[in-house]
């Protein structure tokens, strides 16, 4: 049974960092990252990593997260660095496997002033 299950959730001042972890099972998968849902907003992309390395990430990102993924462990990090209270929201694991998206159950990430 293919499953996502995250971690590392929880609530920072603005300008602190948390980190993101996320365990695939059941399944090995080829593109694996993170999207983000706010309330009232869209789901949107934070980041995501091929199984070539190679990594895309948001536009609102600037440079302030890092994914990494380890193929031993079948995991993905997510390294949120310099936090903004807009960074606010669910953050939900994401794999894709041939043609077919999996989810976790997301995580919630609070940044306060």
Same mark, same amino acid.
């Given at each position: 049974q =293919? &499953?996502?299950? @995250?971690? +590392? +959730?929880?609530? =920072?001042h603005a300008g602190g960092s948390l980190t993101l972890s996320c365990v695939f099972s059941g399944a090995t998968f080829s593109l694996?990252?993170?999207?983000?849902? $706010?309330? +009232?907003? &869209?789901? @949107?992309?934070?980041?995501? =990593?091929t199984p070539g390395g190679l990594t895309?990430?948001?536009d609102f990102v600037e440079g302030r997260f890092t994914i990494s993924r380890d193929? #031993?462990? #079948?995991?993905v990090n997510l390294h949120l660095n310099s936090l903004k209270t807009e960074d606010? $929201?669910?953050?939900?694991c994401y794999g894709l496997r041939l043609g077919k998206e999996y989810w976790g159950q997301g995580t919630q990430v609070t940044v306060s002033s």
């Open positions: =293919v &499953q996502l299950a @995250e971690s +590392g +959730g929880g609530s =920072v694996m990252g993170w999207y983000r849902q $706010a309330p +009232g907003k &869209q789901r @949107e992309l934070v980041a995501d =990593v895309s990430f948001g193929y #031993n462990k #079948n995991t606010t $929201a669910v953050y939900l």
